[in-house]
């Protein structure tokens, strides 16, 4: 089963759930699913944009509710911050498991090993080889860290 059609499966059992949080977030998924199959082929039906390309989509909305989140926490606003969070936990379920703080540690010390220490060597394998396993950012981090840069 395609990313697509995981998305309307779980919409149905969203609903018939009642999961208001669920279904707020997997039908705001699916419509920005659609628009991307329609900006890139014109043609929004089943399985006419890979699920490489789609779980890009996946990043980009669970990047715009962490940005979401970080403003309704400067704010204090208590309500939106749990419907965001909510909507980060309902989102993050269609992603492939992350490597863990430790694992992504250790890739990225192997990289510092090959490439030596320097940050603009690294950080091109590091986003390369952790691309799709790892927040980005959060390599980033690492490898600032690693190489003093």
């Known amino acids: 089963m395609g990313l697509r059609e995981q998305v309307t499966a779980d919409l149905r059992k969203a609903m018939r759930a009642r999961n208001e949080h669920a279904v707020s977030a997997i039908r705001m998924l699916r419509a920005a699913i659609i628009n991307f199959e329609i900006s890139q082929r014109g043609d929004p039906s089943e399985g006419s944009v ?57 890739e990225v010390e192997k990289l510092v090993a090959e490439h030596g220490p320097e940050f603009r060597q690294v950080m091109p394998q590091a986003a390369r080889a952790l691309r799709g396993r790892a927040d980005l950012g959060q390599v980033n981090k690492l490898v600032r860290e690693l190489t003093g840069g």
Do not use: F, G, W
Request: no cysteine; charged share 35%; hydrophobic share 45%.
């Open 50 to 106: 890979p699920d490489e390309e789609l779980l890009n989509v996946v990043r980009k909305e669970i990047a715009a509710h962490r940005e979401a989140l970080e403003y309704a926490e400067k704010a204090a606003r208590t309500e939106l911050i749990a419907k965001e969070q909510a909507m980060i936990a309902v989102l993050e379920q269609y992603m492939p498991a992350q490597l863990s703080q430790d694992e992504m540690r250790s």
